[in-house]
């Protein structure tokens, strides 16, 4: 049972390999979950913006017969009148059975948690995690590779701020024989809890660099992120980095025909949209696959038996 989903880690390894099998069979045979929540609602509070996250959650909900509350604006909340998260979090588990909580402070998720009687699900926090996006990511990955160990995979943009980064790294880090290609200017590397933690482990290795082109021919999946700009501390930083890496058709010349190009979404420019036609883009994809592997994941930690 999956009490909170604060961090990848809060789920082990057989955990995730059972959610993607229910995602299998979600994706299968959709009409037959399409009770399996009933009566259960799901509360979505988002303390920051969101599309596919908050949506995806709220479609996963209602597809499985559930109902859905909540806010997507915080303004619209009683946290513009002060109330602690915690008390939101209290007040909100009157009304629902899980849940799920995006807002820019790093651990708000684990805070809400301790005071919560209903599990909570963090939707990103801040520049720290972002689990539910990496399931998504390793059910498109499983999808389209056929496995998880053994890859060779470039992670490209802000790996400092990038919270789908991180989550993704440590979920990565636990298969046999992967490697990383970590793309970035020297500003934006990733943090060193990153590369001192599931970066040193023995089944690992890495690289960091900040050429695209030099290490995209070695890649079966590149993963694009977006410079994090609401992270920023100025925004001429900002306006300096935002266009370091602009994945194009030329720069995927010299890449593996069967190359995965993944983002989380959503895209400013550092993936040009000449890109999108080409067989190897599969990032709308990956979204799609994101709203079936949360309907497991809300069933898995809901409890009921599907
Ligand atoms: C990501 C996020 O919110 O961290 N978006 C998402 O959930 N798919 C990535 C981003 O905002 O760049």
Redesign the pocket.
């Known amino acids: 049972m999956i009490k909170n989903l604060n961090d990848i880690n809060d789920l082990s390894g057989e955990q995730v390999e059972r959610l993607i099998a229910l995602a299998e069979d979600i994706l299968a045979d959709r009409a037959k979950y399409q009770d399996s929540l009933k009566h259960r609602t799901l509360a979505t509070l988002f303390f920051?913006p969101?599309t596919?996250?908050r949506l995806s959650f709220e479609a996963a909900m209602l597809e499985m017969g559930g109902n859905v509350i909540g806010f997507a604006d915080p303004n619209s909340s009683s946290a513009t009148k002060g109330e602690s998260v915690a008390d939101t979090v209290r007040t909100v588990a009157c009304y629902s059975d899980i849940i799920v909580m995006?807002h820019p402070k790093e651990g708000a998720p684990i805070a809400a948690s301790l005071r919560s009687p209903v599990p909570i699900i963090n939707?990103?926090d801040g520049g720290h995690h972002?689990p539910t996006?990496t399931l998504a990511d390793l059910f498109t990955i499983r999808r389209e590779k056929g496995r998880l160990d053994g890859l060779t995979i470039g992670l490209c943009g802000d790996l400092k701020f990038?919270?789908?980064v991180h989550s993704l790294i440590q979920a990565m880090s636990r298969y046999d024989g992967v490697r990383f290609a970590l793309v970035s200017p020297e500003e934006l590397r990733a943090p060193d809890y990153i590369l001192e933690g599931a970066l040193r482990r023995p089944n690992v290795s890495y690289q960091e660099t900040d050429s695209l082109e030099s290490v995209v021919p070695e890649l079966d999946a590149l993963y694009m992120?977006?410079v994090?700009r609401e992270r920023f501390f100025n925004e001429a930083d900002y306006v300096r980095l935002k266009d370091s890496y602009i994945l194009t058709l030329k720069t995927l010349e010299r890449a593996k025909r069967d190359l995965t190009i993944l983002h989380?979404?959503?895209r400013v420019n550092e993936i040009a949209v000449e890109v999108d036609d080409d067989p190897r883009a599969r990032y709308f994809q990956q979204?799609f696959y994101?709203k079936v592997i949360r309907k497991a994941l809300l069933a898995a930690m809901l409890g009921v038996s599907v």
Do not use: I, K, V, Y
């Open positions: 920051e969101s596919r996250t995006r939707a990103g972002h996006q990038g919270r789908t992120t977006r994090q989380p979404l959503p979204m994101g």
